[in-house]
C-alpha cells in the first residue's frame, strides 16, 4: 500500500487515506508555458508591452511630481520684482525655478511693455508646448490600455483554431489531451491581455489626473500673472 502511495505522488496524485486524490496544482509558469509556441510567442509580446507601460508610467509620474513643484512665495516675488521695475531679477527667479510655470511667467515678463493680449498669446503659446511635453509618451499607454487586450484576443483565436485542427485531425474522436494546448493558448493569452490592458488604462488615466492638476496650476498663476500687470499703478 506504502509503495502504491509513493509511486502515485512521482505521478502527481497524492492518495489520502480515506481513498480521495489531489489534484497537481500548475504554477504560473508551468501554466503559462503550457500554451505552446503560439501561447509563448503572444505572452511575450504582452510582457514586452507591460515593461514598456510601466516604464513610462513611473517616468511620467516622476517628471509630472517635479513639475507640480513650485514655492508657494514665488508669485508674490514675481509681482514685487515687476512692480519695482526688476525685470532682470524677475527672470533670474523664473530661470532658478526651473518648472512649467515659472518657464510660462518668464515668457510673460519677457513681453512687458506690450498689449497685454499680445503678453496672454505669449504664454498660451508656451503652455501649449509645456502641456506637449508633460504628456509625453503619454498616448503609448492609452494604446497598449487597448491593444494588448486585442493581442489576447487574438491568442484566443489562434488556440481555438488549433483546438478544432486537432479534433479534425483526431478523426472527430474528441480527446482532451489533444485539445489542451489550444485551450490553454485561448485561456492563458486572454488573461494576460486583459491584465496588461486594465494596467495601462489605469496608469494612463492616473497620469492623465496629475497631468490635469499640473495645467491647472499654470493656468491660475498665468491668471494672476496677467491680473497683476493688468491693476492700475
Known sequence: MINSIIQDAQEG???????????????????????GTAGMIIIT???????????????????IKAASKIDANFMNQIKDHVSNGKIDSAQMLCAQVN????????????????PLEDINTAIENAGRLEIYSLEKN???????SGAAPMIGFLGTVIGMILSIFEIANSGGQIDIKLLADGLYTAMTT??????VGIIGYIAYNHLVVKTDKVVYQMEANSLEFLDHLNEPI
Not at 23 to 31: F, H, P, R, V, Y
Not at 99 to 114: E, Q
Open 45 to 63: 509580446i504582452l510582457f514586452v508591452l507591460l515593461i514598456v507601460a510601466t516604464y513610462i508610467y513611473f517616468e511620467r509620474l516622476f517628471a
Open 190 to 195: 486572454t488573461v494576460a491581455g486583459l491584465i
Open 99 to 114: 518648472s512649467p510655470v515659472s518657464r510660462l511667467i518668464s515668457k510673460g515678463i519677457t513681453r512687458i511693455g506690450k
Open 138 to 144: 503619454v498616448s503609448v499607454l492609452a494604446t497598449i
Open 13 to 35: 496524485t497524492e492518495l489520502l487515506n480515506d481513498g480521495e486524490s489531489v489534484e497537481k496544482t500548475l504554477s504560473i509558469i508551468e501554466l503559462i508555458t503550457s500554451g
